[in-house]
Each structure stands twice: as C-alpha cells, then as structure tokens.
C-alpha cells in the first residue's frame, strides 16, 4: 500500500507524525510533502525536528517540486491524507488552487478518484469555512476534523491523539490497534471504577 501524506501549518503537526510513524510500523509506504509553515508549527508545538520528521516517511518530496511523482495521476497510490488542513490549504483545495504540491497531490487524488482525508483543524468556523469544507465533501473528500473521542477513558495527549490517527487510517482499511468503542457498559461498572471527584473536593456526595 503506498499512502501521500501532507502537513501544512495549522495546529496540531503531531497528529501528522503519528500516522507517519503508525504507516511505518504497519509497513505502508508513504509519501511526504509539507507546507512551508508546517515544520514552523512542528517545531513549535513539539520536541520534533525537520530531519526526525522526514527520517519517518518512505519518501520526502519539496512542497514546491511540482513536478513531483505525486502530482501527476499516473502515479499510483491508495489515497493521501492532510494532517492537520489548514485553512489556506482547504481553499486551495475546494477551489482547485494548485500553487503548491500540496494542493496539486490533493487536486490529483480526487481528480483520479481517490481517497483524500482532510484532517482540517480550526474552529470556531465561519460561513466561509463551512461552505469551503461543503466544496471539498461534495468533490469528493472526506472531511475529518480531529474531535477527541472519550469513550476509552484517554489518560494522556497521546492517547488522544493516537485515537484520531488510527480512526483516520480507519479511511483506508488500515488497523493501527487504536482504542475502539466496546459498547456501553452497565452504570454500576462504570460507577465503582470512576474516582469520587466530589468526595475528593470535599464536597456532599449526595447534596
């Protein structure tokens, strides 16, 4: 299986570096592009550099090599995900803007009818926001902001965010054996393991 993988510089790189790092113990090869204001974010938001980020994925393509292997349909691949999407980058993509290898790698999946996961991150959105990421479902894309799910009771960030990576490669019937929902439990289970929070404040149980 061969996947393209973008980040570009919203909030949250690290949601990129764990389906790269997922991708590779699962034996996918992956092709990486990044934004120019990404590897800002990444190094902002995280102890990971450039070269650590790049030494993940299979191959490393410059966002401004339009002539690329990955921006031309007759490369074969299963799909490419955006983690995180930008704004910038999902006008680009709803408007088939393709200034970059980014938005060309992006226009290319859909044009050739493949799988193309916006992880956008932003919020509150405007109107302009919602009609941008209507375009991009209606085009074919599917939109998958990285909304925390609670039901496997994360302890850590990580945990978080390894939930949203493998639901995201979920898209691609790839299995990263993250947390999955189980079914809801009796409430008198879930009562006896969860921590007396009111209790604890020294509040009344009961009052």
């Not at 902002?44 to 450039?50: A, G, I, L, V």
């Not at 939109?143 to 990580?158: G, L, N, Q, R, S």
């Not at 945990?159 to 979920?170: F, S």
Request: proline share 5%; aromatic share 4%; glycine share 8%.
């Amino acid at each position: 299986m061969r996947l393209v993988v973008a980040i570009t510089g919203a909030s949250g790189a690290i949601y990129g570096v764990r389906i790269l790092q997922m991708l590779s113990a699962l034996g996918v090869e992956s092709h990486l592009v990044t934004s120019r204001h990404a590897m800002l974010t990444l190094t902002t938001e995280t102890d990971w550099t450039p070269e650590g980020l790049r030494s993940l994925a299979t191959h490393v393509h410059p966002v401004g090599d339009v002539g690329s292997v990955i921006a031309s349909g007759s490369f074969q691949h299963d799909g490419m995900i955006i983690a995180p999407c930008s704004v910038k980058t999902l006008s680009g993509v709803a408007n088939c803007y393709a200034d970059n290898l980014v938005t060309r790698a992006a226009d290319v999946t859909l044009k050739e009818g493949r799988r193309l996961v916006l992880v956008f991150r932003e919020t509150p959105l405007h109107l302009g926001h919602l009609r941008l990421l209507t375009q991009a479902a209606e085009m074919g894309a599917t939109v998958f902001p990285p909304v925390p799910a609670f039901y496997h009771e994360p302890k850590v960030i990580d945990d978080l965010v390894d939930q949203t990576a493998g639901r995201v490669l979920d898209q691609f019937g790839l299995d990263a054996a993250v947390a999955r929902w189980e079914g809801m439990r009796p409430l008198r289970e879930r009562q006896d393991q969860q921590p007396d929070h009111q209790a604890a404040l020294g509040e009344p149980v009961n009052g």
